[in-house]
């Protein structure tokens, strides 16, 4: 069993912009010697956790000589993750100054987009993850905005990080059609999750977005139909790679205060029967427990 903890260091109380990543003391969430009883404790009760990884941008510490934010700070008294503009893509859509190498994956415009092809990026991003694995206590990770960057740079941080447990955040609509509803064929969707985990490799997961909204789709509308794909099989990633596939109804993003995606609270119980008596590793979020 898995336990999913959100991201340790934020800015301005915004969870998914990082900034000083060893100062795990800045958290609103509490200390780090409060962090790692935590996780003692999880441990105790048999349950492994897993940290949530938002590499794919950062917040800058203070703006440079143009005033542009760019400049780093990681949180020691050293130089660690203490990075300038060069540590930035160059097409970055920020304005941050960026001179590293061209964005690997998709954009994101809340805070500057990583250089993950930086060798010093590569090993400082290493470094710290095995830092929050061996002195924090963390046993595996879920990779935030995953798309951002290439499934290429994901291996290398697996392999330089060894976690007992992987799952990458893929989140792309599904498809369409004329009348809003979303298309029986979803095939296409599903094998953006699958090919991902193939590029990464080993025992890599990722969130089965593609069964979400068909599960969503098929109660909402009562067209059961839906839950069959054209071969009688489930029409999700469960359908093509059930062992690397990670299920679920919501999470903090579609549900929970954002609510980006909610499914509909009165279809919730029924959402998990499904997860939980098909195959794939069904995740449950803390609220309806």
């Known amino acids: 069993m898995f336990g999913f903890l959100h ?21 609103q969430y509490g200390t780090q010697d409060e962090l790692k009883t935590l996780i003692k404790e999880f441990h105790r009760n048999g ?61 994101f415009n809340g805070a500057p987009d990583i250089d993950h092809l930086n060798t010093r990026v590569q090993r400082e991003l290493s470094d710290w993850m095995n830092w929050i694995k061996t002195e924090i206590g963390f046993d595996g990770w879920r990779f935030d905005f995953a798309k951002g960057y290439s499934p290429d740079i994901t291996k290398l941080y697996m392999g330089n990080t060894r976690p007992e447990f992987l799952v990458g955040e893929i989140w792309n609509p599904l498809s369409y059609g004329s009348d809003g509803k979303p298309n029986y064929d979803q095939d296409g969707h599903r094998r953006e999750l699958t090919e991902w985990v193939k590029a990464v490799g080993g025992s890599a997961t990722a969130f ?82």
């Open 47 to 107: 349950i492994q956790c897993v940290a949530d990884i938002v590499i794919n941008h950062r917040t800058a510490e203070r703006q440079d000589s143009d005033g542009r934010w760019n400049i780093f700070e990681g949180g020691t008294p050293d130089d660690r993750l203490d990075w300038d503009r060069s540590c930035i893509c160059i097409d970055d859509t920020t304005n941050s100054g960026g001179t590293g190498n061209p964005d690997t994956g998709a954009d």
């Open 208 to 289: 089965d977005f593609t069964t979400k909204g068909i599960l969503q789709a098929a109660l909402v509308e009562g067209e059961l139909w839906r839950l069959k794909d054209s071969n009688g099989g489930p029409p999700g990633m469960i359908g093509l790679m059930p062992e690397n596939a990670v299920t679920f109804v919501d999470n903090h993003d579609t549900g929970s205060t954002q609510k980006h995606w909610p499914f509909p609270s009165d279809k919730v119980m029924q959402g998990y029967v499904y997860i939980l008596t098909h195959p794939g590793i069904p995740s449950i979020i803390m609220r309806v427990l």
């Open 7 to 27: 991201p340790l260091i934020q800015l301005h109380l915004k969870r998914y912009l990082p900034g000083r990543l060893y100062d795990l003391d800045a958290s």
